[in-house]
């Protein structure tokens, strides 16, 4: 296994680092901290969505993994033209200032997937292993769960690698989602990828 990140790989990082990005511009611009909608980062996301729609993505991870993206972006979109359209009809919208509280309670409703990554053996992919955690822990921390030991973790994740390798499935994708105000780790098993 080469440690080396293929286009396709460093494409899917760029993207989730955009949407991050995206996000946070838009959370500012709905806050009043930013003048104007962030169009260009929106573009950048939308030209690497569009892309990668039309290509053919073989590995079943990769394709796991772009379609989460894609429809996390969707959502976004959705919800942004939403506020725009509320804003500039001068209504209150989904992003009208509301209590912490009330903020904090759609917050805990809302289902949302942060981070998925799939692994053949995971003490080889150290790196893809450490964003997991990192995805991982921020959600616990921002739901106010407490923290898991990286070691207790990585065995976790070879744990569940092994045992779902064993069942025939060479690699197993893992997500970490907020589901009802809980942070879920969970394990899949990757059908028809080949060796």
């Known amino acids: 296994m080469n440690a080396v990140a293929s286009p396709l790989e ?3 990082q760029r993207l989730e680092a955009e949407l991050k990005q995206l996000e946070a511009e838009y959370n500012m611009f709905f806050a009043g901290r930013l003048p104007k909608p962030p169009w260009e980062t929106r573009s950048r996301v939308e030209a690497l969505v569009k892309h990668y729609d039309r ?7 990769d394709r796991f993994r772009f379609s989460t993206l894609q429809s996390r972006f969707a959502t976004f979109v959705d919800l942004w033209d939403r506020g725009l359209r509320a804003r500039e009809e001068g209504r209150p919208g989904p992003f009208a200032q509301q209590g912490k509280k009330q903020i904090e309670k759609q917050r805990g409703a809302e289902d949302r997937i ?5 692994f053949r053996d995971p003490m080889r992919e150290v790196d893809k292993l ?3 955690y990192q995805s991982l822990s921020e959600a616990r921390r921002e739901v106010g769960e407490q923290q898991v030991p990286f ?3 990585a065995e976790l994740v070879k744990t569940q690698v092994k045992k779902l390798r064993d069942t025939g499935s060479p690699e197993v994708a893992f997500r970490v989602a907020v589901k009802d105000g809980k942070v879920n780790l969970t394990a899949r098993a990757l059908k028809g990828v080949k060796d």
């Open 10 to 12: 460093k494409d899917m």
């Open 55 to 61: 290509a053919y993505i073989q590995n079943t991870g």
């Open 114 to 118: 942060l981070h998925v990554a799939a």
């Open 130 to 132: 450490e964003e997991l």
């Open 151 to 153: 070691h207790k973790f």
